[in-house]
Every structure is written in C-alpha cells, then in structure tokens.
C-alpha cells in the first residue's frame, strides 16, 4: 500500500491568484496523477506527474494552468493557476506502484474560488 | 471512444443485499478496479478483476466477463457504512485508468 499526504486539505482562495498543492508518499512509486471531481462526478484525469520530466496532460488541460513538478518518486505539485470560480473543486493526487496494480488516493483539496 | 456504464443511483434495505453493475468499451484491457467513495473523502480500493469470474472478499464480491464487457460489485448484508458512490475503473492497453461516472448507493433501515 501507499500512504499519501495531500495539503492542503481545503482552501477558500480569490480569482486571479494561484494555489499550490503538495503530495508525498511514504514510500516510492511508480506513477503520480492528479485528479479532479466535480461535485457528485467521477474522476477527471488532469495529467500524469513524470519525474524528472514534463508532465503529460489530458485533453483540455495545459501546463501554463496546471503546471506540475515532481522532483523525485516520493513528491509532487499541482498548481491551479489564475484561479477562476469554474477551478472550484476537488483536487486528488492519485499514486500506483507499478502498472497492474491499484492506484492510491490523497485525502483530496476542496478548492473554492470566489 | 472509451466508455464506461453504471446506474447513477440505487437504493438498498440495511441487512439486504445489493448489486451494482458496470460495462465498459475501452482500447484494451488490463484490469477492472471497484473504488468506494464517501462523500468529502477520497476513493478507497475495494477489488481488483483481471481474469474472469468472482472474486470474495468478506461482504463484498466482484465479478468480471471480459467477452461481455460486463462487471459487478456484490455487497451482502448492507450495513448503513455502506452508503457511498462506487466507482467502476477500466484500465485500458496504455495502463491508463478510465472512471466511470459512480454509483451512488442509499442504505435505508
């Protein structure tokens, strides 16, 4: 298993700012996503956090508003830049350890803008 | 496209028993993944299918038809916990998770 440490756990931010969230992992993995769901919706895949690289971005999603860093195998960021009400949600910082295995989950940041 | 099934809501007595279904159409596959989600938490893994048939684990079973498409999550004597959404996933020939849009489950007395 993996334990994910996500922060932060919440935040009430203004629009035009920027907001960081961290993910550590107890342990090193293979793969680091982030996630993000929309009230009573599934998951929404944002980009797969690639170490030492450019992450690798859905579609509808780009780096210069979601750009990601994840300097080793244990730790990543997400920043949700120039922050618009429509980027109120939750974001999830998922983890796998190897390709057939289950993936992991952060306790998730509740992101709302005003 | 990929596409992922499953009823958006059911309704179960506590005690009883309750299955939740999910098909799916995806390039490829490798696996088939059963997540329980309270609300303002994040997923938790329940079962994992890869080969077809039944897998057990306590209250909860998971079954899976490859040539059908087709999976279930079987939970047995429900307890009011139970209540949640259900996450079906779907991973596909890249090993990327593809996630159905969940199932959220009512418990009653």
């Keep these: 298993s993996a334990v994910i440490s996500q922060k932060p756990s919440r ?44 992450a690798t971005y859905e579609s509808g999603f780009v780096i210069d508003k979601f750009p990601i860093s994840r300097p080793n195998l244990t730790f990543s960021t997400l920043t949700v830049s120039n922050m618009s009400p429509e980027d109120s949600s939750i974001y999830l910082c998922s983890v796998t350890k190897g390709e057939g295995t289950e993936a992991f989950f952060g306790q998730g940041t509740r992101l709302t803008v005003v | ?71 279930y999550l079987l939970l047995k004597e429900l307890q009011m916990k139970d209540s949640a959404s259900y996450l079906c996933a779907v991973r596909d020939s890249n090993y990327q998770l593809i996630w159905g849009a969940g199932t959220k489950l009512i418990i009653k007395p």
Excluded at chain 1, 25 to 39: A, E, I, K, L
Excluded at chain 2, 27 to 41: I, M, R, T, V
Aim: charged share 15%; aromatic share 12%; with cysteine.
């Design chain 1, 11 to 54: 935040d009430i931010c203004q629009r035009g700012t920027s907001l960081t969230i961290q993910c550590q992992v107890d342990s090193q993995v293979t793969m680091m996503f982030w996630y993000r769901q929309q009230p009573g919706q599934s998951l929404t895949l944002i980009a797969t956090a690639n170490q030492g690289s450019e």
């Design chain 2, 1 to 71: 496209g990929q596409n992922i099934d499953q009823p958006t809501e059911m309704t179960a007595t506590e005690g009883a028993i309750v299955q939740i279904n999910c098909t799916y159409q995806t390039s490829g596959f490798n696996g088939l993944f059963w997540y329980q989600q309270h609300a303002g938490e994040a997923p938790t893994f329940l079962s994992y299918n890869v080969l077809d048939g039944l897998e057990e684990k306590g209250r909860f079973s998971s079954f899976l038809s490859r040539s059908k498409g087709y999976s």
